[in-house]
């Protein structure tokens, strides 16, 4: 089992829809979780963080987690082009450093007109 | 430009020659992080610096790599003697660092690719 697992994708919706996104992590002790959006050919970008249990929005974006089910999502509102891009989840396991994250795979999403 | 500034872009070099990429982080921020990431997965932790001590090694770093941060400032990643499954994006990115959940961002640079002949 990997330690940090996306759904495979690619997920396609139209604009004006909303994209959720999905990733499930091994390690219960597991203390952050991360959203960085990655377009082709570029970096990571962090989009959204969250510690606690619970939801967390910011702006069109929102951050659900349930450490009871070691799960983590991310739902995108009213979904536009310009969100086609590659999610990644990552996750802080417990007593790991700051800034030593695991990654998923990635899931590729391609909102379209 | 104030972000993660990664050199070169590219590289490309032939098996078992050595190479070495730079990375300068965001100045006020005392953590340096290299990953590594190949197509279709997300990036892997390979190492990281708190100021100039490199705290941190992944199982995955052979001996053919070595990191450095000199002075805690910039760093840089060489790989000897490079194999074909070298090939992949280097990432570098920085953090502040101060300890606090707030501050464990993660800032990447623009990586450099590096494709072994």
């Known amino acids: 089992q990997k330690e940090v697992e996306q759904n495979s994708g690619p997920l396609s919706v139209p604009e004006g829809a909303i994209a959720s996104l999905n990733c499930t992590y091994s390690?219960?002790?597991?203390?952050?979780f991360f959203w960085y959006r990655q377009y082709s050919g570029k970096s990571p970008e962090l989009i959204m963080f969250?510690?606690?249990?619970g939801d967390k929005e910011d702006g069109r974006f929102t951050a659900q987690l349930n450490k009871a089910s070691q799960y983590v999502s991310l739902l995108i509102r009213d979904s536009q082009p310009s969100d086609s891009a590659t999610y990644l989840c990552?996750?802080?396991?417990?007593?790991?450093?700051?800034?030593?994250?695991?990654f998923g795979q990635g899931t590729i999403l391609t909102v379209h007109p | 430009d104030t972000g993660v500034s990664q050199n070169p872009r590219h590289k490309i070099t032939k098996r078992g020659q050595n190479v070495t990429f730079r990375c300068d982080p965001i100045?006020?921020?005392?953590?340096l992080y290299w990953y590594r990431q190949t197509l279709g997965q997300g990036p892997e932790f390979l190492t990281y610096?708190?100021?100039?001590?490199?705290?941190?090694k992944s199982r995955l770093l052979s001996d053919r790599f070595s990191a450095e941060r000199p002075k805690g400032s910039f760093s840089t990643l060489e790989i000897q003697r490079t194999e074909q499954g070298d090939s992949a994006m280097y990432l570098c990115?920085?953090?502040?660092?101060?300890?606090?959940?707030?501050?464990?961002?993660?800032?990447f640079g623009s990586g450099t690719q590096l494709s072994v002949l």
């Open positions: 990115a920085s953090s502040l660092g101060k300890g606090t959940a707030t501050n464990e961002k993660l800032f």
């Open positions: 969250i510690y606690s249990n």
């Open positions: 390690d219960r002790g597991s203390q952050s």
């Open positions: 990552a996750v802080r396991a417990r007593g790991t450093s700051y800034g030593k994250l695991t």
């Open positions: 610096f708190q100021n100039e001590a490199q705290l941190e």
């Open positions: 100045s006020e921020h005392n953590r």
